[in-house]
């Protein structure tokens, strides 16, 4: 089991950047498939970008070239640096943890708690 706690939430304005982090516990983060999600207030949550076996990453086509997803198995974290932002990339951002990874909330099985990014125009 793993245990996941995101940070680097804040505001922003638009065109800013931000890293969000998300730091695992209990079993090491480089044992499964890592996603990051995203849920806009009335808007159901998303998928933003996935880190799964290997090195590969893949990402929603909204973020694409502006989005980055690592992670340091040294440090048991996986980042999001987030470039170019913009309004509509306001929304609560989750880190998650599965066994082979994949674009819908079924495919992982532990979740952070949420860290708020706010862009402004």
């Known amino acids: 089991q793993v245990q996941l706690v995101e940070s680097g939430g804040g505001s922003v304005q638009a065109g800013g950047s931000l890293r969000l982090s998300c730091a695992a516990s209990?079993?090491?983060?480089?044992?499964?498939?890592m996603g990051w999600f995203r849920q806009a207030p009335g808007k159901e949550r998303e998928f933003v970008a996935g880190l799964w076996t290997g090195l590969s990453t893949y990402y929603s086509d909204t973020v694409k070239g502006r989005f980055t997803i690592s992670r340091d198995n040294a440090k048991n974290t996986v980042y999001l640096r987030m470039n170019s932002l913009k309004p509509d990339d306001t929304a609560v951002y989750y880190c998650?943890?599965?066994?082979?990874?994949?674009?819908?909330?079924?495919?992982?099985?532990?979740w952070g708690q949420g860290t708020q990014v706010t862009v402004s125009s």
């Open positions: 209990g079993r090491t983060a480089g044992s499964y498939a």
């Open positions: 998650a943890a599965g066994f082979s990874g994949g674009r819908t909330q079924n495919d992982y099985a532990y």
